[in-house]
Protein backbone atom coordinates (compact mmCIF):
# COMPACT_ATOMS: atom_id res chain seq x y z
CA UNK A 1 0.00 0.00 0.00
CA UNK A 2 1.59 3.65 -1.14
CA UNK A 3 1.79 6.00 1.38
CA UNK A 4 -1.10 7.97 1.86
CA UNK A 5 -0.65 11.95 0.31
CA UNK A 6 -0.62 14.56 3.05
CA UNK A 7 -4.01 15.68 4.39
CA UNK A 8 -5.85 12.31 3.25
CA UNK A 9 -8.49 10.96 6.05
CA UNK A 10 -6.39 8.06 7.15
CA UNK A 11 -8.13 6.66 10.01
CA UNK A 12 -10.99 6.82 12.43
CA UNK A 13 -11.25 5.62 16.38
CA UNK A 14 -13.76 6.58 19.09
CA UNK A 15 -13.60 6.49 22.48
CA UNK A 16 -16.54 4.79 24.28
CA UNK A 17 -17.68 4.63 28.11
CA UNK A 18 -19.19 1.49 27.20
CA UNK A 19 -16.97 -0.53 24.65
CA UNK A 20 -18.54 -3.83 24.62
CA UNK A 21 -22.30 -1.92 24.01
CA UNK A 22 -20.26 -0.17 21.24
CA UNK A 23 -18.88 -3.46 19.53
CA UNK A 24 -22.36 -4.65 19.68
CA UNK A 25 -24.27 -1.94 18.24
CA UNK A 26 -21.41 -1.18 15.00
CA UNK A 27 -21.47 -4.94 14.56
CA UNK A 28 -25.02 -5.15 14.05
CA UNK A 29 -25.32 -1.67 12.32
CA UNK A 30 -21.93 -2.03 10.22
CA UNK A 31 -21.21 -5.51 10.08
CA UNK A 32 -18.03 -5.22 11.44
CA UNK A 33 -16.25 -7.88 13.71
CA UNK A 34 -13.68 -6.84 16.04
CA UNK A 35 -10.24 -8.43 16.86
CA UNK A 36 -8.40 -8.41 20.54
CA UNK A 37 -8.23 -5.31 22.83
CA UNK A 38 -4.75 -4.16 22.83
CA UNK A 39 -3.33 -4.07 26.82
CA UNK A 40 -0.38 -2.18 26.05
CA UNK A 41 -2.81 0.69 24.06
CA UNK A 42 -5.12 1.48 26.65
CA UNK A 43 -6.99 -1.68 24.92
CA UNK A 44 -7.26 -0.51 21.86
CA UNK A 45 -9.38 -2.77 19.55
CA UNK A 46 -9.62 -2.48 16.13
CA UNK A 47 -12.89 -3.18 13.92
CA UNK A 48 -12.78 -5.24 10.57
CA UNK A 49 -15.20 -5.21 7.17
CA UNK A 50 -14.31 -8.40 5.79
CA UNK A 51 -11.18 -8.76 7.30
CA UNK A 52 -9.57 -5.47 6.91
CA UNK A 53 -9.28 -2.96 9.18
CA UNK A 54 -11.74 -0.03 9.10
CA UNK A 55 -11.93 1.88 12.24
CA UNK A 56 -11.30 1.13 16.29
CA UNK A 57 -12.65 1.94 19.78
CA UNK A 58 -11.36 2.25 22.66
CA UNK A 59 -12.49 2.96 26.37
CA UNK A 60 -11.47 6.34 28.20
CA UNK A 61 -8.73 6.92 30.11
CA UNK A 62 -9.18 7.12 34.08
CA UNK A 63 -9.92 10.81 34.28
CA UNK A 64 -10.40 11.31 30.98
CA UNK A 65 -14.05 10.90 30.65
CA UNK A 66 -15.81 12.80 27.70
CA UNK A 67 -18.58 12.26 25.44
CA UNK A 68 -18.32 9.98 22.79
CA UNK A 69 -16.98 10.96 19.40
CA UNK A 70 -15.50 9.62 16.22
CA UNK A 71 -12.21 11.35 15.50
CA UNK A 72 -11.53 11.35 11.94
CA UNK A 73 -6.78 10.99 11.30
CA UNK A 74 -5.78 13.15 8.27
CA UNK A 75 -2.22 11.98 7.13
CA UNK A 76 1.13 13.69 7.49
CA UNK A 77 4.87 13.02 6.62
CA UNK A 78 5.59 14.51 9.89
CA UNK A 79 3.03 14.66 12.78
CA UNK A 80 5.55 17.34 14.79
CA UNK A 81 6.00 19.33 11.78
CA UNK A 82 1.97 19.59 10.75
CA UNK A 83 1.64 20.14 14.78
CA UNK A 84 3.78 23.34 14.47
CA UNK A 85 1.26 24.36 11.52
CA UNK A 86 -1.90 23.56 13.38
CA UNK A 87 -0.55 26.08 15.82
CA UNK A 88 1.24 28.73 13.72
CA UNK A 89 -2.36 28.76 12.02
CA UNK A 90 -4.54 29.29 15.03
CA UNK A 91 -5.39 25.53 15.93
CA UNK A 92 -4.51 23.89 18.70
CA UNK A 93 -2.84 20.91 19.53
CA UNK A 94 -4.51 18.93 22.14
CA UNK A 95 -2.19 15.96 22.60
CA UNK A 96 1.29 16.33 21.25
CA UNK A 97 2.59 13.88 19.00
CA UNK A 98 3.14 10.42 20.40
CA UNK A 99 4.83 7.60 18.97
CA UNK A 100 2.32 4.22 19.11
CA UNK A 101 5.11 1.66 19.09
CA UNK A 102 5.61 0.43 15.51
CA UNK A 103 2.54 1.38 14.63
CA UNK A 104 2.91 5.76 13.92
CA UNK A 105 2.58 8.83 15.49
CA UNK A 106 -0.71 10.52 16.45
CA UNK A 107 -1.45 14.06 17.44
CA UNK A 108 -5.05 15.52 18.38
CA UNK A 109 -5.63 18.66 17.68
CA UNK A 110 -8.49 21.26 17.24
CA UNK A 111 -9.15 23.19 14.12
CA UNK A 112 -10.30 27.31 14.62
CA UNK A 113 -14.13 26.43 13.51
CA UNK A 114 -13.71 24.19 17.10
CA UNK A 115 -13.62 20.98 15.29
CA UNK A 116 -11.27 18.15 17.10
CA UNK A 117 -9.42 16.02 14.28
CA UNK A 118 -6.72 13.43 14.24
CA UNK A 119 -2.94 13.30 12.53
CA UNK A 120 -1.29 10.51 12.08
CA UNK A 121 1.94 10.10 10.42
CA UNK A 122 2.07 6.34 9.11
CA UNK A 123 4.58 3.51 10.84
CA UNK A 124 3.47 -0.19 10.81
CA UNK A 125 -0.34 0.80 10.60
CA UNK A 126 -0.88 2.74 7.27
CA UNK A 127 -4.79 3.34 8.06
CA UNK A 128 -7.86 1.97 5.97
CA UNK A 129 -7.22 -1.28 5.04
CA UNK A 130 -10.58 -1.11 2.70
CA UNK A 131 -12.69 1.55 1.21
CA UNK A 132 -16.03 2.60 -0.54
CA UNK A 133 -18.18 0.62 -1.51
CA UNK A 134 -16.73 -2.14 0.96
CA UNK A 135 -19.50 -1.96 3.29
CA UNK A 136 -18.42 -1.17 6.72
CA UNK A 137 -15.60 0.41 5.73
CA UNK A 138 -14.97 4.24 5.65
CA UNK A 139 -16.48 6.11 2.77
CA UNK A 140 -16.30 10.47 3.18
CA UNK A 141 -15.96 12.65 6.34
CA UNK A 142 -17.39 16.91 6.49
CA UNK A 143 -16.41 19.32 8.73
CA UNK A 144 -19.47 20.58 10.68
CA UNK A 145 -18.89 23.98 12.10
CA UNK A 146 -20.00 27.39 13.13
CA UNK A 147 -17.25 29.32 11.88
CA UNK A 148 -16.65 28.38 8.26
CA UNK A 149 -14.47 31.21 7.27
CA UNK A 150 -12.04 30.19 10.52
CA UNK A 151 -11.97 26.37 9.02
CA UNK A 152 -11.94 27.32 5.57
CA UNK A 153 -8.54 29.50 6.46
CA UNK A 154 -6.79 26.80 8.29
CA UNK A 155 -7.41 23.51 6.39
CA UNK A 156 -5.48 24.74 3.09
CA UNK A 157 -2.97 26.32 5.54
CA UNK A 158 -2.24 23.24 7.29
CA UNK A 159 -2.82 21.00 4.18
CA UNK A 160 -2.09 20.84 0.56
CA UNK A 161 -5.64 21.85 0.30
CA UNK A 162 -7.06 23.59 -2.71
CA UNK A 163 -10.78 24.73 -2.85
CA UNK A 164 -14.00 24.56 -4.39
CA UNK A 165 -17.46 26.03 -3.27
CA UNK A 166 -21.11 24.43 -4.11
CA UNK A 167 -22.99 26.83 -6.13
CA UNK A 168 -25.88 26.26 -3.94
CA UNK A 169 -28.07 28.84 -2.57
CA UNK A 170 -29.36 26.45 0.46
CA UNK A 171 -26.37 25.58 1.57
CA UNK A 172 -22.51 26.62 2.39
CA UNK A 173 -20.42 23.72 1.88
CA UNK A 174 -16.89 23.56 0.55
CA UNK A 175 -14.75 20.43 -0.64
CA UNK A 176 -11.04 20.31 -0.17
CA UNK A 177 -8.71 18.02 -2.65
CA UNK A 178 -5.71 17.07 -2.69
CA UNK A 179 -3.80 16.00 -6.00
CA UNK A 180 -6.86 15.88 -7.92
CA UNK A 181 -8.55 13.80 -5.55
CA UNK A 182 -11.70 14.94 -3.35
CA UNK A 183 -11.11 14.36 0.06
CA UNK A 184 -12.86 16.38 2.29
CA UNK A 185 -15.63 18.61 3.03
CA UNK A 186 -16.72 21.90 5.15
CA UNK A 187 -20.45 22.57 5.93
CA UNK A 188 -21.34 25.60 7.88
CA UNK A 189 -24.01 24.65 10.60
CA UNK A 190 -27.06 26.71 10.71
CA UNK A 191 -29.48 27.75 13.31
CA UNK A 192 -30.98 24.08 12.92
CA UNK A 193 -28.40 22.32 15.36
CA UNK A 194 -28.84 23.14 19.09
CA UNK A 195 -26.58 25.78 20.56
CA UNK A 196 -24.96 22.78 22.54
CA UNK A 197 -23.96 20.76 19.49
CA UNK A 198 -20.04 21.92 19.18
CA UNK A 199 -18.10 21.75 15.91
CA UNK A 200 -17.18 18.45 14.57
CA UNK A 201 -16.15 15.94 12.21
CA UNK A 202 -18.72 13.76 10.53
CA UNK A 203 -17.44 10.82 9.40
CA UNK A 204 -19.56 8.45 6.85
CA UNK A 205 -20.02 4.46 6.90
CA UNK A 206 -20.65 2.45 3.88
CA UNK A 207 -23.49 0.31 4.08
CA UNK A 208 -25.55 -2.11 0.95
CA UNK A 209 -28.63 -0.33 1.87
CA UNK A 210 -29.38 3.22 3.71
CA UNK A 211 -32.63 2.12 4.91
CA UNK A 212 -32.17 -1.32 6.62
CA UNK A 213 -28.82 0.40 8.02
CA UNK A 214 -30.92 3.12 9.88
CA UNK A 215 -33.84 0.60 11.10
CA UNK A 216 -31.08 -1.64 12.74
CA UNK A 217 -29.14 1.62 14.32
CA UNK A 218 -32.69 2.90 15.61
CA UNK A 219 -34.16 -0.66 16.86
CA UNK A 220 -31.06 -0.81 18.86
CA UNK A 221 -30.87 2.49 20.74
CA UNK A 222 -29.46 4.87 18.18
CA UNK A 223 -31.13 8.44 17.25
CA UNK A 224 -32.20 9.47 13.69
CA UNK A 225 -30.51 13.13 13.23
CA UNK A 226 -31.51 13.28 9.59
CA UNK A 227 -32.31 11.46 6.37
CA UNK A 228 -32.70 8.88 4.96
CA UNK A 229 -32.37 11.22 1.80
CA UNK A 230 -30.96 10.75 -2.10
CA UNK A 231 -28.17 12.50 -3.07
CA UNK A 232 -25.67 11.69 -6.65
CA UNK A 233 -23.52 10.42 -4.38
CA UNK A 234 -25.59 8.02 -2.72
CA UNK A 235 -28.70 7.55 -0.47
CA UNK A 236 -27.64 8.65 3.03
CA UNK A 237 -28.83 9.65 7.11
CA UNK A 238 -26.91 11.14 9.62
CA UNK A 239 -27.36 9.30 13.18
CA UNK A 240 -26.06 9.13 16.82
CA UNK A 241 -25.45 5.62 18.32
CA UNK A 242 -26.46 4.84 21.74
CA UNK A 243 -23.28 6.47 24.09
CA UNK A 244 -24.40 9.72 21.32
CA UNK A 245 -21.79 9.65 18.88
CA UNK A 246 -22.81 11.00 15.62
CA UNK A 247 -21.93 9.04 12.20
CA UNK A 248 -23.48 8.50 9.14
CA UNK A 249 -24.24 5.83 6.73
CA UNK A 250 -24.64 6.25 2.89
CA UNK A 251 -24.95 3.30 0.19
CA UNK A 252 -22.76 4.56 -2.78
CA UNK A 253 -24.66 2.03 -5.34
CA UNK A 254 -28.42 3.64 -4.77
CA UNK A 255 -27.51 7.56 -6.39
CA UNK A 256 -29.84 10.46 -7.77
CA UNK A 257 -29.80 13.39 -9.37
CA UNK A 258 -27.05 15.75 -11.24
CA UNK A 259 -23.83 16.04 -9.90
CA UNK A 260 -23.67 19.88 -8.09
CA UNK A 261 -21.56 22.81 -9.86
CA UNK A 262 -18.63 23.79 -7.94
CA UNK A 263 -16.62 26.81 -8.14
CA UNK A 264 -12.99 27.07 -7.62
CA UNK A 265 -12.10 29.39 -4.71
CA UNK A 266 -8.14 28.26 -3.99
Same mark, same amino acid.
Given at each position: ?????????????????????????????????????????????????????????????? %?????????????? /????????????????????????????????????????? %????? %????????????????????????????????????? /???????????????????????????????????????????????????????????????????? /???????????????????????????????????????
Amino acid at each position: MAALSEGTPCWADAMFGDVEGAKSFYGEVLGWTFGEAQSEYGNYTQAYADGKAVAAVVPPMP %GQEAPSQWCLYLAS /PDAAATARKIRDNGGEVLMEPMQVGEYGTMCLAREPGGAVF %GVWQA %GAHEGFEASAPQPGAYCWAEVFTREPEKTDAFLPAVF /PYTAKQMQDDQVDFRLFDVGGDTVLGRMRMTEEFPPEIPSYVNVYFTVPNCDDAVARATRLGGVLRFG /PMDSPFGRFAALSDPQGAAFSVIDVSTTAGEMPQTTDVG
